[in-house]
């Protein structure tokens, strides 16, 4: 299971926020130098987010994407704010490795879809959920602050045959809170995906990257990697303990 680093960008600034809430933001400075101090430390992939983009759909951070792109010689995906194929184009452009789409994925699939096609292998899902009433996950849209009214099955469903790079979900009650993973929706999206899945949202131990590296599907499918942001730059462990965590199968 591979480790991707989280860098979240907020006005210019490295931030980590508590269940996406935007009013509870913890700030890092530089997220250029914490990109650097990441892959120095021994970080082979990273997950940048733009949260201004996320939210409004404007790249204001992109400048800031790119320079991270160009400095941390490592593949990068990006995620935030991705509305149309010029996003798509343009960042695969500046050098992402991967390119995230969210919002445009869940209100008009069928242009996401074509971004899929126009770019195969380089555009990844987003599927940020929370947990309905009825048990049901429904994915969030325009950066958490709205439900999409359409559960991560069904939107799973719609995307079989397409060449996704893979599935980022997203647990938002568990982002940022590092009270583990949520291992029972992520078994769901193993089963009901056909692509790599990659797990996000409330890591906080070493034991939380064991548990999912050794997380298996009623199908034998596993997870192909995890973000991880608020326990690195906590310090809650390093970048070499979490990629020695992610290598374990149980």
């Known amino acids: 299971m591979r480790l991707l680093c989280a860098i979240d960008l907020r006005a210019g600034r490295a931030v980590r926020l508590v269940q996406g809430d935007f009013a509870r933001e913890r700030r890092y400075g530089d997220p250029v130098a914490l990109a650097e101090r990441f892959v120095a430390q021994g970080a082979r992939y990273l997950h940048v987010v733009d949260l201004d983009a996320a939210a409004s759909g404007v790249p204001v951070n992109r400048a800031l994407v790119e320079a991270i792109v160009k400095r941390a010689g490592v593949p990068v995906q990006v995620s935030g704010g991705v509305r149309a194929q010029d996003?798509?184009?343009?960042?695969?452009?500046?050098?992402?490795?991967?390119?995230?789409?969210?919002?445009?994925?869940?209100?008009?699939?069928?242009?996401?879809r074509a971004c899929a096609r126009r770019f195969p292998g380089r555009v990844v899902l987003g599927l940020d959920h929370r947990q309905r009433p009825?048990?049901?996950?429904?994915?969030?849209?325009?950066?958490?602050?709205?439900?999409?009214?359409?559960?991560?099955?069904?939107?799973?469903?719609?995307?079989?045959?397409?060449?996704?790079?893979?599935?980022?979900?997203?647990?938002?009650?568990?982002?940022?809170?590092?009270?583990?993973?949520?291992?029972?929706?992520?078994?769901?999206?193993?089963?009901?995906?056909?692509?790599?899945?990659?797990?996000?949202?409330?890591?906080?131990?070493?034991?939380?990257?064991?548990?999912?590296?050794?997380?298996?599907?009623?199908r034998g499918r596993s997870l192909d990697a995890?973000?991880?942001?608020?326990?690195?730059?906590?310090?809650?462990f390093g970048v070499e303990e979490a990629m020695q965590a992610c290598a374990r199968s149980g």
Do not use: F, Y
């Not at 184009?89 to 996401?112: K, Q």
């Not at 326990?231 to 809650?236: D, I, K, N, P, T």
């Open 87 to 112: 996003d798509v184009a343009a960042l695969v452009a500046l050098g992402a490795a991967t390119v995230v789409m969210g919002t445009t994925a869940l209100r008009d699939p069928e242009a996401a």
């Open 226 to 236: 995890v973000v991880v942001g608020t326990a690195l730059v906590e310090g809650s």
């Open 134 to 218: 009825d048990g049901a996950l429904e994915p969030a849209v325009s950066g958490w602050l709205q439900g999409s009214g359409t559960t991560v099955g069904d939107e799973l469903e719609g995307w079989r045959g397409e060449p996704l790079a893979g599935v980022v979900a997203t647990s938002i009650e568990r982002d940022g809170t590092g009270t583990g993973p949520d291992l029972d929706a992520l078994r769901l999206v193993l089963d009901a995906s056909e692509v790599p899945v990659v797990a996000s949202g409330g890591v906080g131990s070493l034991d939380d990257l064991a548990a999912l590296a050794a997380l298996r599907s009623s």
